[in-house]
Each structure stands twice: as C-alpha cells, then as structure tokens.
C-alpha cells in the first residue's frame, strides 16, 4: 500500500486478515460505510466454500440485512420455528419450544443454512465493492510496527516471497489459531504463549442428503419439517437441522475429546473411524442409530473443540482481533459466526467516527479501536461462558442435578427459562433484541471520551448498569451471568 494520503476517515487504508466468515463480514461492512480502500489478505490460495450447517440467529440477520446480502442466504435457508430437545437412549421430548413469532418479535427471523450460502453471499457482496481487494495465498509473517501506522509483512505463497505494507489500521480475523493475536500479546503484554483453551470436546459434522435418508420415513420427516433437533446424553450430544431449502439434513455432534488428547496442539481436524463414530453414540436412540449408520466409511471428520483464556486486550495500536482470534467459543450457543459478524459491523461504525482532523493520530485511532472493544468484549464474553455452561447442562450424567434438568425441559419454555440456553426465551430476547450497531451509535461518544488503557470486564459492569429499563451492554450482560448461575 502507498503512503496515507487520507483526507478523510473514510480515505483510511483498511487491511483485513482472513477471508472467513469474520474477516469478509468485516470487509462488508467497511465497505457499505464508504471506506473506498479495503485489503483482505488470506492465506488459502481461493475461497472453496466447504464445511457443514450453521444457525443465523436474528441478531446477525439484522446486520446481515443491512450489508444486503439477507435475501441471498434466506432463499435456500431454513426458517425455524421450534426446538425439540430429546433425551438421546430414547428419543423421548424432553422439551418441544414453539418460537413461530421469532420474527415478529425481533425483526428478523432465526435461520439455519449451509455455511457456504453464508460465506458465499458475503463473498459476492464483497466482490460487488470496487473499495475491496483481495489478496490470496498470503500469510502473515509479522508486524514490525502496531502505531500509529501498522507494519506488516507477508509471505506470498505463491512466489514464495516476502513483502512488507503499511495501513492505517489492521483488523484481523484469522481465527483460532490467529498469528495476529500472538504477536499483538508478546507486544503489549509481553505474553509468549498462546492463549489457547483444551475444552476436552470434540465434534462430527455430518450431512445426509435427502435421497441418503429417503428410505427412512422418520428421518424425511425432520428434513421437511422447521424444527431443530438435540438429543442430549451424558457427556455428549446431537444437534441437526434441515439446511439447503430442505436437501440436506445437518448433523454436529458434541462428545468426549479422545484422538485428539494426546496430539499436537496444532491439530484441529482429523479424519475420524466410523465404528469410533458409531462407539461414541452407542447408547443413543436407534433413529439416531440410523442416522449415523448413513455416514459413508472414510468420509467421517473430527473436530476438535477448542477456546482461549479471555485476552486482557484485543486491540493494540491501530490494531484489533476479530472474531474467533478473541472469543473463540463452544457451539453450544449458537453464536460463534453471528459474533464475529457483528464485531465487523461495531468496528466499522466506530471507525467512521473517528473525528477527520484525527485521523493520522496513532493514539485517536487507538481510542476508538478501544471503544469497540469495550462495546463488544463483555458482551461476547458473556456469550462464550454462557455456551459453556450450557453444554455442561446438557451433559449432565444420572443423579440430581439432571432430575431438576429435566423437570425443567418440561416446562417447555412457558416460564421463560430452558436450560438448554440456545432455546430459552430470556437468552433469546437479551441476545436477538441487541442491535449492535445501534449501540455503538448511541455509546460511541461517551465511551470515546474515556476509552483510556482497557477496563476489566467488572469495571466495565460497574460503570454501565445505566437507568431503570435501559438496555446497555453492561446491564444485559450482567444478565446473562446471572442466567447462566
């Protein structure tokens, strides 16, 4: 990139790291703000969407809706309209929540569609920007300078060569295993080890098709139908649902890590045994027995489930982490995608705002970076503790504890509350309400002023409970916590 010639915020040379779901929401959401130079450096040598079902839950459909790509993702997804959690022996409901006026409340509606229509439509939403460029098979290989102009360089795979760029501000979503975030911490904290978090988890995706389930009537009336299925057991379960316009039904499992214990912690993926497969679930009810025994031999993948400790930041400089390179989280929510997405579109808000006299001072761009974090940082935290102990609920073993559980399931929701917490009405409404962007319009200016250093998370509660029925991050996500205890 050239030296910054920035008359204005929106003139400011925006690079994105990684070109999934956070780093081309990002870019998105830069670009339908007016930003007119937006780079997306992604180490991958092309965008082969793959990978299995995912939820939109209405809080990123709205931002979504306003990137415009909405339309595209809804015509081949999956409108829900009910949850059915089952114990896993024996196929018997535990809890069956309606939620037909989803949309009606929140105004958007909660979908459920193959992860590629997802990262397709924002993928051509993206190549629609004449402001975005995309640079592929390039990996970042350090950043030598964090402020006020970020230095970095790359390695271009291809040529086999290295190259060193300037940018006014760095945002980089490259995921889990995010060489931005290791560098970015031995910076400003002087950490050396990566922050990552064995969950002890690990994960089958699985996708049947219709003709694969069609000789079994059971199974073909899950795929028609509008419900998402759980079918929990001791320390383990199943969540499926119907995705691409009802041709593919969804299937991800969440069980005990055990081939990937003593492996490399770089190892995130493994190609798994069907019989292993099959010994995990063993105990399990025989339509998911039948299920199951659909999975062609060899083409059975394992994932291993994996977070990080909270970071004390995520930004340094002119430089913030994105998505799952800050709050990876367990499934068990629903949220994973629909954060990262959302952090695009507060960072992109809060940037705009940047006063334009400003703009080439290192310390301006800095505050305003804090400013998304202190929006998103409770919030999202409170999120990824909330999956986690969501899923310890739903794996409870015999005893107490899972008679309360259950006798709780059936109430169906009517009180309000559901302890699989990706179904509860009060999670739902304090997670689907949340227009973020709409926040970081109305907070922006009170916490620019005094976005100095990083607050901790009780800080950061203590100072924004805010009026009697006001709905700032701080309340709502106080509220969270106290659901979740």
Known sequence: MPHSTAADVYDLRIVVIGAGMGGLGTALAFAKKGFKNISVYETASNLGFVGAGIQMPPNVMRVLDRLGVAAEIEAEATDVQATSIRQGSTNEELAHVSMPDIREKYGHPHLTGHRSNLAGSLYNGCLKESAITFHFSTSLVNITSFSPKPTLVFQNRTKDEEFTIECDILLSADGIKSPTRSLLLKSSHGLTQTEEEDTGQAAYRIMLTREQLSPFPGL??????????????????????????????????????????????????????????????????????????????????????????????????????????????????????????????????????????????GETVGKALKVYELLRKPHCTALVDLATHSGRVLHLGEGKAKEERDKAFKDNGKSGSVPDKWASPDVQKMIYANDCVKEARERFDELFAGSVGVMSNKEYYRGQKGAKGTDHAGTRTQNLYQLEI
């Open 220 to 361: 073909i009336s899950l795929l028609d139908s509008n419900t998402v299925v759980r079918w929990v057991g001791e320390r383990r379960h199943i969540i499926a649902y119907p995705v691409s316009n009802h041709n593919i039904y969804n299937i991800s499992t969440a069980h005990p890590d055990t081939n990937f214990a003593s492996a490399t912690s770089a190892t995130y993926t493994t190609r798994g045994s069907k019989s292993q497969m099959l010994s995990v679930f063993e105990t399990f009810c025989p339509l998911v027995q039948d299920m199951l025994n659909l999975v062609p031999d060899g083409e059975v993948c394992e994932w291993k489930l994996r977070i990080h400790r909270p970071l004390p930041t995520w930004v340094h400089g002119s430089v913030a982490l994105v998505g799952d390179a800050c709050h990876a989280t367990l499934p068990h929510l629903s949220q994973g995608a629909a954060m990262a997405i959302e952090d695009g579109a507060v960072l992109a808000e809060v940037v705009s705002r940047i006063p334009n006299d400003r703009i080439n001072d």
